[in-house]
């Protein structure tokens, strides 16, 4: 290998701040004594613990396991073979955790390089997590590659006429997970939830604009993103985009917390032309003062409220009803989300909600199916 290191271990100082550790020449070893290349005063590390040699006929570096007593992992799974390794993986030797990273991935240029090649840390066995497995394919997906969307209709009470969609934020990246949840967990681990809800979103809009007929599209906004100086001017884009789109943005009843500012956001969505919902309404703390101080144009009453809403007891249904009510009283609409059975529909017609949603009407399809 050259003097200039192709590629470098990433790891955490004491405190807390980056280091690149660069692999000048291999094989490369790992562990306890003065002779490797990088030593590991490190709990679990044995003496001669883990090699890095090059890849045969490729350029990746491939860790090799020397028989130590408490394992070498790659992306917390303990491995038994030489591992290739890619961009971005995270390596355990023993407790110690180390991240790979190429010279020319860019991502180092912020990372000052280690002045000494010995690592100290204090005791312990578990397996740290200072480093996000999947980082770089979240930042790929970030980029465009894996977005997806669903539709899911939303209906007239009365008379079951679609009135609109909720946009379905999707993915279908090979190194991610494909539920929302768990990818939103790891966006929330980098701390880019709300730049995976922006992208989602526009992706999605741009997807679904064409086939929407004239039905509303109600789009999610996560509460990192809300209240972010970018964020109206985002929604504002995407109806320049999209002239006649007719959006709804739907607020997460967790950042409903401050009416001053919800009433001022209200504001500036109006003056672009775009309503907005409390989504989740009923599913933690009510916000009845919020309700009634910044009231939307839509509330969507969380399924936990409507979902065996006709089995429920008297006082649940009297609950709801008065709710319901409330809503209308401030002038927005109460829709009932999570319906799967028509006795519950024909509870929530007689509440007074006028739109629904559930899979009794429909569950979600692909934003792109014809």
């Excluded at 504002?236 to 917390?257: D, F, W």
Aim: glycine letters at 10%.
């Amino acid at each position: 290998m050259s003097a200039k290191a192709s590629w470098w271990l990433e790891r955490i100082a004491a405190d807390g701040s980056p280091l690149a550790v660069p692999v000048h020449a291999l094989p490369f070893g790992i562990g306890r004594d003065e002779d490797n290349e990088l030593v590991l005063i490190v709990s679990g590390v044995s003496r001669k613990h883990a090699r890095l040699t090059k890849e045969a006929g490729g350029d990746r570096l491939v860790l090799s396991d020397l028989g130590s007593t408490n394992g070498c992992f790659v992306n917390r799974v303990r491995i038994g073979a030489p591992r290739a390794l890619e961009e971005s993986d995270i390596v355990h030797i023993g407790s110690a955790e180390l991240r790979i990273r190429r010279a020319d991935s860019g991502l180092l240029d912020s990372v000052p390089p280690a002045e000494e090649r010995t690592v100290i840390s204090i005791p312990g066995h578990a397996l740290s997590e200072h480093f996000v497995a999947n980082e770089a394919e979240f930042y790929d997906l970030l980029g465009g590659n894996g977005l997806a969307a669903a539709l899911q209709p939303i209906v007239s009470a009365d008379d079951g006429r679609l009135v609109a969609y909720e946009l379905l934020g999707r993915c279908t990246h090979p190194g991610l997970p494909a539920s929302p949840m768990h990818l939103f967990g790891l966006a929330a681990r980098l701390h880019r939830a709300g730049e995976l809800s922006d992208a989602l979103r526009r992706h999605g809009v741009g997807v679904a604009a064409a086939r929407l007929g004239g039905a509303m599209l109600f789009a999610n906004a996560h509460p990192a993103e809300t209240f972010e100086p970018a964020f109206v001017p985002g929604i504002a884009a995407l109806v320049r985009e999209h002239p006649g789109i007719e959006l709804v943005i739907e607020i997460h009843e967790t950042a409903v917390v401050e009416t001053a500012r919800m009433r001022e956001l209200g504001a500036r969505l109006a003056d672009i032309g775009v309503r907005f919902a409390y989504d989740d309404f009923g599913a933690g703390q009510a916000r009845l003062n919020e309700l009634s101080e910044a009231p939307p144009h839509f509330v969507k009453f969380d399924m936990a409220l409507v979902n065996g809403l006709a089995a429920a007891g008297a006082r649940k249904q009297r609950v709801v009803s008065d709710l319901v009510r409330l809503v209308a009283d401030l002038g927005s609409v109460a829709l009932a989300e999570g319906i799967e059975a028509e006795a519950d529909a024909a509870v929530c017609r007689q509440m007074g909600f006028r739109l629904m949603q559930g899979y009794l009407f429909g569950k979600p399809v692909p934003a792109d199916t014809p």
